[in-house]
């Protein structure tokens, strides 16, 4: 690559952060010039990006195929029913506390299904999820298998102030989730999570705690996705272990991150917008449209392995996000020039 | 000299088979020791061992003062014991820097523009600079094997296994690896190496273990090594001219 190319793409970068900057005050001051069905519509489209981006922290990065995260975002969505109902903590405040609490499940669901390997590491993710749907079920104190509803929790609140704050804290999540990831891909534990993903036997002989990097990972992602649950069914006001704990999320979460690039930080932001796109060009098929989407992610999956995202950054070599760590031309002649002379074992 | 490495009546058995029978050994510290057998000895299985990969079945290992019998393998490299795999196995998704980062950043602890300029150095050494920014994946044989070695020594080990890094090479590249590793040696690390291309080895090593199904045959002054009627016997038509 050319000093220009790197150049241009630097310039088109930093322009993208600018109006990524705009675009996002314009979004915060939403509730003032937005109407309710504008607020839930990008609401909704924050909060998929955020259980998006959770699901591939854990596949794109970590290398974990779950197909039970929605344990994750059901614990979320009955901590907010719990406390908000029954102990009369502020929902809002409750967000936070559903991702400690979720986080803190994640441990022991952790010790259970990474005794298992590859399919059967899914499947057991999925099983624990049924298991607490099934649970639930049968709890009547907290609705049983028909759920309860919020709304007695939410109604001291006043309307347009509810309506604003669940909107800013999807907002929150959304972009806030989005940078997190980035920042752990940039850290040591991004490095040891890329590693483990590519080789577990090569990481180990490395020096990398393999369980203990896993684990991180996991927890961080229960983290997010119980914030996003317990904000997810404030939006929705109604929670039953059917709808909490339903695959229909994690399903939901692989087609995003896939159309929009597996292993990427934009992906989940492309494929958000894509799924958006798809969902409204085909309101009027009923079924059709679970089948249409179904192909869209297959042909994604044959023709563009990487996704949309994946497919662009690397035909254009541009990243909004870059998590590599290069090192530069210019950077490597002033390290050879503070760098003590080493023999040069190979220059006869 | 002190002794960096003492491996203790080590017995490891894959269900009925005995891969590892009573091997005792140990390796000074700055030493060079080679380790020749035929396929299938048991020489891969022993550096698992060292490194922590398989657990033995009876017997200690102990590095340094340590028995290290016990402890996971990212924490024997931490310890100072550098590992380079027979099959290599690169971080594929990642760049050539990022691979050495991996072990300069976990097994080396070092951090930042320390832990940079420590993997620019070694990938200078190994001829892999010119494609640091280079996808792993991408990388032909010897390359990934070099990378392997350049891994290895970023963890900063006091004792350094190498399976088999020559296998597969020109004359010319294993000239290039015998230079390589005779400069580490120089630095002061302990190598254990294992090689069926023994003139390379014997240039190197100052002591040769010769194993066979899972026992030492032989050990001492390479020539000497060479020169046991039984390992003439095991190795007859396996070396190359
Ligand atoms: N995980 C395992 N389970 C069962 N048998 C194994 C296992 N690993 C190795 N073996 C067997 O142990 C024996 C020794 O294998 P090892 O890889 O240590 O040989 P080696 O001396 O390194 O051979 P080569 O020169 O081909 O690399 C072989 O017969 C092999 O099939
Ligand atoms: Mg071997």
């Known amino acids: 690559m050319s000093l220009l190319e790197l150049e241009n793409a630097s310039r088109l970068q930093h322009g993208v952060w600018i109006a990524a900057a705009a675009l996002l005050a314009v979004l915060i001051l939403a509730p003032w010039w937005a109407d309710?069905?504008?607020?839930?519509?990008?609401?909704?489209?924050?909060?998929?990006?955020?259980?998006?981006?959770?699901?591939?922290?854990?596949?794109?990065?970590?290398?974990?195929i779950s197909v039970g995260q929605q344990v994750f975002i059901g614990i979320g969505g009955y901590t907010l029913l719990i406390l908000s109902l029954d102990a009369g903590i502020s929902p809002f405040l409750c967000i936070p506390v559903a991702g400690v609490v979720s986080a803190l499940f994640a441990v022991p669901i952790a010790a259970v299904v990474f005794r298992l390997q590859g399919p059967y590491f899914a499947i057991g993710t999925w099983v624990v999820a049924d298991v607490f749907r099934l649970a639930l079920d049968n709890v009547p104190a907290i609705g049983g298998g028909s759920g309860k509803s919020l709304t007695s929790a939410l109604m001291s609140i006043p309307g347009w102030q509810r309506e604003a704050t669940t909107y800013w804290i999807a907002l929150g999540l959304g972009v806030g989730l989005t940078i997190g990831?980035?920042?752990?891909?940039?850290?040591?534990?991004g490095l040891a999570m890329t590693a483990v993903r590519d080789s577990v036997p090569a990481s180990e002989s490395l020096g990398v705690r393999v369980g203990r990097t896993k684990l991180l990972i996991y927890v961080a992602s229960a983290l997010g996705l119980g914030m996003a649950g317990a904000l997810i069914y404030l939006t929705k006001l109604r929670v039953s272990p059917d709808a909490a704990f339903s695959m229909d999320w994690t399903v939901l979460m692989i087609f995003i991150v896939v159309i929009g690039g597996i292993g990427t930080v934009e992906g989940p932001i492309v494929g958000t917008a894509v799924f958006f796109f798809l969902r409204a060009m085909l309101a009027d098929f009923g079924p059709w449209y679970l089948v249409i989407l179904g192909s869209v992610a297959v042909v994604v999956m044959l023709k563009a392995r990487r996704g949309i995202w994946g497919w662009v950054a690397g035909r254009f070599n541009f990243h909004v996000f870059p998590t590599r760590r290069r090192i530069r031309v210019n950077s490597l002649r002033s390290g050879f020039a503070e760098m003590p002379p080493s023999p040069r074992y190979l220059t006869e | 000299m002190p002794t960096i490495l003492t491996v203790e009546q080590v017995c490891k058995q894959f269900g009925s088979v005995i891969v590892?029978?009573?091997?005792?050994?140990?390796?000074?510290?700055?030493?060079?020791?080679?380790?020749?057998?035929?396929?299938?000895?048991?020489?891969?299985?022993?550096?698992?061992?060292?490194?922590?990969?398989?657990?033995?079945?009876?017997?200690?290992?102990?590095?340094?003062?340590?028995?290290?019998?016990?402890?996971?393998?990212?924490?024997?490299?931490?310890?100072?014991?550098?590992?380079?795999?027979?099959?290599?196995?690169?971080f594929s998704g990642i760049s050539v820097y990022e691979n050495t980062l991996v072990g300069a950043t976990f097994g080396g602890g070092r951090e930042g523009v320390d832990a940079k300029r420590r993997c620019i150095d070694i990938l200078d050494r190994l001829g892999l600079l010119a494609k640091a920014n280079q996808l792993a994946g991408?990388?032909?044989?010897?390359?990934?094997?070099?990378?392997?070695?350049?891994?290895?020594?970023?963890?900063?080990p006091r004792l350094l296994l190498l399976d088999e890094i020559a296998g597969g090479l020109t004359d010319e590249e294993v000239h290039q690896l015998i230079r390589i590793v005779?400069?580490?040696?120089?630095?002061?690390?302990?190598?254990?190496?294992?090689?069926?291309?023994?003139?390379?080895?014997?240039?190197?090593?100052?002591?040769?273990?010769?194993?066979?199904?899972?026992?030492?045959?032989?050990?001492?002054?390479?020539?000497?090594?060479?020169?046991?009627?039984?390992?003439?016997?095991?190795?007859?038509?396996?070396?190359?001219?």
Request: with cysteine.
């Open chain 1, 181 to 189: 990831v980035y920042l752990i891909l940039r850290s040591r534990l």
């Open chain 2, 182 to 241: 005779t400069a580490i040696r120089a630095t002061g690390v302990a190598i254990l190496w294992i090689e069926h291309i023994v003139h390379a080895l014997i240039s190197v090593v100052d002591r040769l273990i010769a194993m066979h199904v899972g026992r030492l045959l032989a050990e001492g002054a390479p020539a000497a090594v060479m020169a046991n009627a039984e390992v003439q016997e095991v190795y007859l038509g396996i070396e190359e001219p």
């Open chain 1, 36 to 64: 309710d069905s504008d607020l839930r519509s990008i609401a909704e489209f924050a909060y998929l990006v955020a259980i998006a981006q959770m699901w591939n922290l854990l596949a794109g990065y970590g290398g974990l």
């Open chain 2, 138 to 156: 991408s990388l032909g044989l010897l390359d990934r094997k070099r990378l392997e070695l350049a891994r290895a020594l970023a963890t900063e």
């Open chain 2, 20 to 90: 590892a029978d009573d091997i005792n050994l140990t390796v000074a510290e700055g030493e060079a020791v080679g380790i020749i057998g035929p396929n299938g000895a048991g020489k891969t299985t022993l550096f698992n061992m060292i490194a922590g990969s398989i657990q033995p079945t009876s017997g200690r290992i102990i590095f340094g003062y340590r028995n290290i019998t016990k402890l996971r393998p990212p924490d024997r490299c931490r310890a100072g014991i550098g590992r380079s795999h027979q099959i290599p196995r690169p």
